[in-house]
């Protein structure tokens, strides 16, 4: 895959990327291809939002509960079957093309924004 052409900064700073925590996670099995439902804390100036994530392959309900992840908190919400995903949970694909999710290698505070 190429690269993206190139942007100014200040179409950068247009994307809202925030660190948020999964306080719930369901598994969607309407989705088309396999999928979680994730309720994602990003803060009292947010707050909790939900996002459809294709991450079967790597995780289980189990382990997704208190995790940090990074999503973009700013883009409209989006209808995937009969779940309305409001944030999109960010992941980069596996040597499989299966994703692997996006998240801070430490914990840090909740809603904090990616720069």
Avoid: C
């Avoid at 942007?7 to 088309?32: M, Q």
């Amino acid at each position: 895959m190429s690269a993206a052409p190139s942007i100014g900064f200040d179409d950068f700073l247009k994307v809202d990327i925030r660190v948020g925590v999964i306080e719930r996670a369901e598994p969607y099995p309407e989705a088309r291809k396999p999928a979680f439902k994730l309720w994602i804390d990003f803060g009292p100036e947010i707050g909790v939002k939900k996002s459809s994530a294709q991450i079967t392959r790597h995780y289980d309900i189990d382990t997704l509960v208190g995790r940090q992840v990074l999503a973009v908190v700013n883009f409209p919400p989006r209808q995937i079957g009969k779940f309305m995903s409001e944030v999109l949970t960010l992941g980069v694909p596996d040597g499989d093309g299966e994703v692997v999710l996006l998240a801070p290698e430490q914990p840090v505070p909740v809603g904090g924004r990616m720069y």
